[in-house]
């Protein structure tokens, strides 16, 4: 078993990654636990309900499931609402146990559900996509979704444990792996210049899900994340260079209505649009540029950003939790394996929808 470390003010917490980890969920249950809250929905539950409750039930402790709607359009107060139904219903007390099993939407969900009920319970993530597991699950950020902008409401909640099993993604379909590896190569621009020449010559090895190969990303990954989160839990510095991508990605996301596009793929995008703006305004060198889309194109994410419209998009990148005073903010990089967050001209945007939106801009 691989095990990361995460230290926070929030809390610290191990990050455990091993095949067949569901098989053993029972041992992160923490022993005063008064019961079991496992929030989740019907497409994981499918493949693996079976397998975890059967880990769960050797605790002996009282299970409560919360099955979800599946989805990024189900990022909502309504599926929020349902958590807290069920865990006031069966009369969950302030020592039950949240288990987010799904997803970053499942992930990001049952832990805000889990840092407001009864003002904060404990919670465990058990990410089940790749997205998940080398991203979503570290570092305390749990929200749900605003019609006007991503992740708009929510709150810091470290879990006690990240409980990783590598096995299940044989099962995630290709669209979701390529979405994933966009957050993989993400802490390669940002901050290891060598992890991201690894992922350009691991492409395809990681798209055929290759288990070496794979379990080192994500080990990686977590590494990485885990470096960042503790250094700036709360995103006053340093922690906004995870969101390299994400000012673009999350416009894309919210304008063409939550699900068209897949988070990872729209963040892929956005980083090849964040290499462009690089460019202009930081001196990151082009062929650089055409680097970061061959590998956004090589790891199966789209590169050609969809059509806005210009205002549309100043517009919706004004939601960005970045936004300080009314300036948009940007990560941005001189190199790879370095990022900066600085304000930007929307005026300087112009040429980077040129050369990355689809006709029509
Ligand atoms: N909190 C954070 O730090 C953070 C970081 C990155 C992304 N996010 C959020 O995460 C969300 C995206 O997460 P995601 O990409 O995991 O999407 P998702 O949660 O929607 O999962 C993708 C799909 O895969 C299915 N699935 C899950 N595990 C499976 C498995 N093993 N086999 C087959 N199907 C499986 C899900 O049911 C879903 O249909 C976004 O809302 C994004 O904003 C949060
Ligand atoms: O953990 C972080 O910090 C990140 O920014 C990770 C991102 O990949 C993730 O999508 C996050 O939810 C975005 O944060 P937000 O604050 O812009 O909503
Ligand atoms: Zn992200």
Redesign the pocket.
């Known amino acids: 078993m691989t095990l990361v470390n995460v230290t926070t003010p929030g809390g610290n917490y191990p990050i455990h990654i091993q095949s067949g980890r569901l098989g053993a969920l029972d041992t992160a249950i923490p022993a005063d636990a008064t019961a079991i809250a496992l929030v989740s929905?019907a497409?994981?539950l499918a493949?693996y309900g079976q397998r975890v409750r059967q880990a769960l039930g050797r605790t002996g402790k009282p299970l409560v499931e919360v099955v979800l709607p599946?989805?990024?359009a189900h990022?909502t107060w309504q599926s929020l609402n349902m958590i807290f139904d069920e865990l006031l219903q069966n009369t969950l007390d302030r020592k039950a146990v949240l288990v987010a099993f799904?997803?970053?939407?499942?992930g990001?969900m049952g832990g805000f559900a889990a840092a407001c009920y009864m003002r904060g319970i404990r919670f465990i993530q058990v990410p089940?996509?790749l997205?998940?597991q080398v991203?979503?699950s570290v570092?305390g950020?749990?929200a749900i979704n605003h019609p006007l902008g991503?992740?708009m409401i929510g709150a810091f909640h470290q879990p006690i444990s990240v409980e990783i099993d590598p096995a299940?993604?044989a099962?995630?379909p290709p669209r979701?792996i390529s979405?994933?590896l966009a957050?993989v190569v993400k802490y390669g621009l940002i901050i290891d210049a060598p992890f991201f020449e690894w992922c350009e010559r691991n492409a395809g090895a990681l798209r055929a899900l290759e288990p070496q190969v794979l379990t080192y990303a994500i080990q990686r990954s977590c590494e990485l994340k885990a470096h960042v989160v503790s250094q700036d839990e709360r995103e006053s510095g340093l922690r906004a260079i995870l969101n390299l991508g994400h000012t673009f990605g999350h416009a894309i996301e919210a304008g063409l209505g939550y699900g068209a596009w897949?988070?990872?793929e729209a963040v892929g995008c956005g980083m090849v649009q964040a290499a462009e703006l690089s460019a202009d305004l930081l001196g990151f060198p082009r062929a650089d540029v055409e680097r970061v889309r061959s590998l956004i194109e090589a790891i199966g994410c789209p590169t050609v950003a969809p059509d806005l419209g210009r205002d549309r998009w100043v517009r919706l990148m004004g939601n960005d939790k970045k936004v300080q005073g009314g300036s948009l903010r940007f990560v941005l990089m001189p190199r790879i394996g370095e990022a900066v967050c600085t304000d930007v001209d929307a005026a300087a945007l112009d040429a980077v929808f040129q050369r990355t939106v689809g006709a029509g801009v």
């Open positions: 929905n497409t994981v493949r599946d989805g990024e990022k799904g997803g970053g939407v499942i990001d089940t996509t997205l998940a991203d979503s570092g950020k749990t991503k992740n299940v993604l099962t995630l979701e979405a994933g957050e897949l988070h990872g």
